[in-house]
């Protein structure tokens, strides 16, 4: 009864998709959660939560495993992971805000907003689409320290190349971003991120170290990592990797994103971050503003990885398909490209069986 109910519900309401008009069909979905089952059981991974959204809409959410390793608490759609350097596109996102505020400039140099960079030509720009020759030597340190000493730290050090001149991928670089933010808004970049991304979208399982805890623990080849040997928690590197969040707000968000809602972005906005700006050293991959963009069969693809100690992450965006993906573990041996692939499969012979 509920499957011809709803049957007719998408009947009255238009939705011609016959992905849409399946969704009260289990088949897709029985095949998907027996494989990935088979994942996390053959890679050894405690937990992983998988969230898919086909034109437009959310079809799929679901937890597999557990969130611990010897002990029961079991992972769903609404356990909390590090979702590592998924951050990036919230904290890209955050400054083309000010952008079209006309409180940013693309092409400033970071000394403008920043006086520990004065003299520097490393532009908001080169930052974005990790240009800037900043390298990682700075880590996040287990001491609490301030985000100004931290700047001073990086701008003692070399730069790996001039800016524009060649990609190379920078938590430092990310990191700065995030402390312009907070200079030109008068605010820390986390209550930015909060007031201006997760509140208006309704996010309230997503956050920071200070105000959301981690359900689920970071685990290396099955076994639970001691704190002591966990990536320590630094505000400093909130902006390139501190987000905590769960497959339900982060597929909302992407929604949101994907539909180009005008509660966070312009359209213009939107378009400009996914258009490719310079090559990386990954293949056919280009970095756009915060997005990694490519070009597939079916169109052009967004992504963005995470990974810090523990943790593997994946956000997956199919702007012409109008799909999404979107994978959370916490396992430092995930296979999540693998996993995303086998998604895709999954979904293309269900589509294919409707034609």
């Known amino acids: 009864m509920k499957r011809i109910m709803l049957r007719l519900l998408l009947l009255l309401t238009g939705i011609s998709s016959s992905f849409a008009n399946s969704v009260g069909n289990p088949i897709w979905e029985t095949k998907l959660n027996e494989v990935l089952n088979e994942i996390i059981i053959a890679h050894k991974i405690p937990g992983m939560s998988v969230a898919i959204l086909e034109n437009n809409e959310v079809v799929y959410q679901k937890g597999f495993g557990i969130a611990i390793v010897g002990q029961s608490k079991p992972v769903d759609e609404f356990s909390r992971f590090r979702a590592a350097s998924i951050t990036k596109l919230l904290t890209a996102q955050a400054v083309m805000m000010l952008v079209e505020q006309n409180k940013l400039k693309l092409d400033q140099t970071i000394g403008h907003y920043l006086p520990q960079f004065k003299g520097s030509e490393i532009t908001i720009y080169h930052l974005l689409t990790h240009s800037s020759g900043f390298t990682d030597q700075v880590k996040p340190g287990l001491k609490e320290r301030r985000i100004s000493e931290y700047l001073h730290q990086v701008a003692k050090i070399k730069k790996l190349s001039q800016p524009g001149a060649v990609f190379s991928y920078s938590d430092t670089g990310f990191n700065i971003l995030g ?100 090559k990386t050293s990954w293949g056919e991959i280009w970095m756009g503003l915060g997005w990694q963009v490519y070009q597939s069969d079916n169109g052009q693809v967004a992504r963005h990885p995470g990974s810090v100690r523990g943790y593997k992450s994946l956000l997956l965006m199919y702007p012409q398909q109008k799909r999404a993906i979107v994978i959370l573990t916490n396992s430092s041996h995930t296979p999540r490209f693998e996993v995303a692939k086998t998604i895709e499969k999954i979904l293309a012979s269900h589509q294919s069986k409707q034609h």
Do not use: C
Request: hydrophobic share 35%; glycine share 4%; no cysteine.
């Open 179 to 278: 402390a312009i933010i907070s200079n030109v808004s008068g605010m820390s970049y986390v209550q930015y991120i909060e007031k201006f991304i997760l509140q208006p979208l309704a996010l309230k399982n997503t956050g920071f170290y200070d105000d959301v805890t981690v359900d689920a623990e970071p685990h290396y080849k099955g076994t639970p990592i001691p704190k002591h040997q966990q990536r320590p928690y630094d505000r400093s590197f909130a902006p390139s990797e501190g987000l905590i969040t769960n497959v339900s707000d982060l597929i909302t968000w992407t929604k949101a994103t994907m539909l180009m809602k005008t509660l966070l972005l312009d359209k213009n906005s939107y378009e400009k971050m996914l258009e490719p700006q310079i």
